[in-house]
């Protein structure tokens, strides 16, 4: 009887442990990361040009899905990329993405790409 009483405990508990880890894997997979590379950045720039970057276009329209969220441009940590992601900001701005909405971190691995991580504001700023 008791090892019975015991599976039981021993399953609901487990139960109830995957049901936790599933709710926190759901909430914290709202962060999507967006690349944009340098070659793709090193085309002749305008309104229309930067409308079709791929990654620009996937990272607006899944900010905008969101609730609550955020934009953070994580740049080459150099001169030129602090450059490249200011002017990367005014072109999500003139997108349609306000201000305090985007947040520039310096410091990717890579020199020759821009990271747009996108995700709810409470997340990213953890």
Not at 41 to 58: K, M, N, Q
Request: glycine share 8%.
């Amino acid at each position: 009887m008791k090892t019975r009483e015991h599976c039981r405990r021993s399953i609901s508990s487990a139960t109830g442990v995957a049901v936790l880890l599933c709710a926190l894997t759901v909430a914290a997979s709202s962060t999507r990361i967006f690349v944009l590379s340098a070659d793709e950045w090193a085309r002749p720039r305008g309104g229309d040009v930067i409308a079709e970057f791929e990654p620009l276009r996937a990272a607006v329209g899944y900010w905008d899905r969101l609730d609550d969220a955020v934009i953070v441009v994580r740049y080459p940590g150099e001169d030129s990329g602090e450059l490249w992601a200011a002017e990367l900001r005014d072109w999500l701005i003139s997108l349609g993405v306000p201000s305090d909405y985007i947040r520039l971190v310096a410091g990717t691995q890579a020199a020759d790409e821009i990271r747009l991580l996108v995700g709810n504001r409470n997340e990213m700023e953890q």
